[in-house]
């Protein structure tokens, strides 16, 4: 599976230049910042704020930074990695996945800004890879029956043309990696440090498999930035917005993949857990996660695929009598339910019908169209009344 970058770009180099700035001024996820820049586009917003002329939230946040001269410094220092800084202005740009970002924290949840720029070491393109992946994550301190589940995880995954998104750590996420990268797929890292940044040192070799094939490495953080844990809690939100879906494999109750799954869960998006020994603590959070009913108990990818319902499930259809629309998934279905075949109605009457979020209907509905369920209209999105052979 080959997703690569062509002719992806279509930012200025003023804008680039603007956004590499930005990008180091403040520390991510910086919302007053990003508002700022949105008001007032990346050229105007950088000078503004170098000059101190911006409102007072965004100069607590870029106060520290803000007469930085290093971003055409942070530019050179990357391409001398292989990497590039991939902006809004980008066809590149992962704007449909990163929009959950967006809806979240305009809806009051804290500390989930969308990012003003991404920096990406590796021929991937971003858009493409994920516009329909999973994140697989886990602990450090994984077990055997952890790392053997996320080296099959990552590598059906990967049989089945599905981008595997993680974080790069020891145990669970590395095995995730390795799994998707065997299996002769596409896999992305998000770091919480600079993509030219080697961390953990243990993981060099695999880091750079993952550039070699066909994979990427992707942070918020400049060249040269080094690691620090605050940066891999920020980090956390890119692994459960870039993807459809967040499956834990094994954690602990204070684990980082228990904070991945809860920004995944804000965001509307699906999360899932794999079950462990009760006698295991590794498995605790993710025992937690499905008694809290915070996330859906699977044991295969199949199961993976059919919960997060825009890719279908691998298995075979046996019976004859099997409805076209038993293949979606349970979120997906009840969008389907809630369309009318006659009359046009809105994501957020569908949501409200539905019981599913509006940035998930919003997330579904196009996947139904290109799947023959559902059609967008003037009215809105209808129903397609699918018949067992057609």
């Not at 919302?31 to 965004?58: I, K, S, T």
């Not at 999973?134 to 590598?155: K, Q």
């Not at 699906?270 to 915070?294: E, F, N, Q, T, Y």
Request: overall charge negative; aromatic content about 4%.
């Amino acid at each position: 599976m080959s997703i690569a970058v062509e002719d992806q770009t279509a930012a200025t180099d003023s804008e680039r230049l603007a956004r590499a700035y930005l990008l180091g001024v403040a520390e991510p996820p910086a919302p007053h910042l990003l508002e700022f820049v949105g008001e007032h586009g990346p050229v105007a917003a950088a000078e503004r704020v170098r000059a101190g002329d911006c409102p007072e939230p965004v100069l607590r946040e870029t106060a520290a930074r803000r007469e930085s001269t290093i971003a055409e410094q942070d530019l050179e220092e990357a391409a001398k990695s292989g990497a590039r800084l991939v902006v809004p202005e980008d066809h590149e740009w992962p704007a449909w996945p990163l929009l959950s970002l967006a809806v979240a924290a305009g809806n009051g949840v804290k500390h989930v800004a969308a990012p003003l720029g991404l920096w990406v070491r590796g021929d991937a393109s971003l858009a493409e890879v994920a516009d329909r992946a999973v994140a697989v994550v886990g602990a450090r301190l994984a077990t055997d029956y952890g790392v053997h589940n996320a080296i099959e995880f990552g590598h059906a995954l990967a049989t089945r043309q599905i981008p595997v998104f993680s974080g790069a750590a020891l145990g669970i996420d590395a095995a995730a990696h390795r799994g998707a990268l065997n299996g002769g797929g596409v896999t992305v890292a998000l770091l919480g440090c600079a993509v030219d940044y080697a961390y953990p040192a243990g993981n060099r070799d695999l880091l750079d498999r993952i550039v070699a094939e066909g994979g990427a490495l992707v942070s918020e953080y400049a060249p040269k930035t080094p690691p620090a844990r605050h940066r891999f809690l920020v980090r956390n939100r890119l692994i459960a917005g870039l993807t459809d879906g967040t499956v834990v494999v094994e954690a602990g109750i204070r684990s980082g993949a228990r904070n991945t799954a809860t920004i995944a869960g804000a965001l509307g998006k699906v999360v899932m857990a794999l079950p462990g020994s009760v006698h295991s603590g590794s498995s605790a959070g993710c025992h937690a996660l499905i008694r809290d009913c915070k996330a859906t108990l699977v044991t295969s990818v199949d199961e993976v695929l059919e919960t997060v319902g825009r890719f279908g499930t691998a298995a075979p259809a046996a019976e004859s009598s099997r409805r076209p629309t038993d293949n979606l998934g349970p979120e997906a279905s009840r969008v389907y339910d809630a369309l009318l075949p006659r009359a046009g109605r809105a994501p957020e009457e569908v949501a409200e019908s539905a019981g599913v979020p509006v940035s998930r209907v919003r997330a579904l509905l196009p996947a139904l169209e290109v799947d023959g369920f559902a059609v967008r209209g003037e009215t809105g999105w209808r129903q397609i009344v699918r018949t067992a052979n057609r």
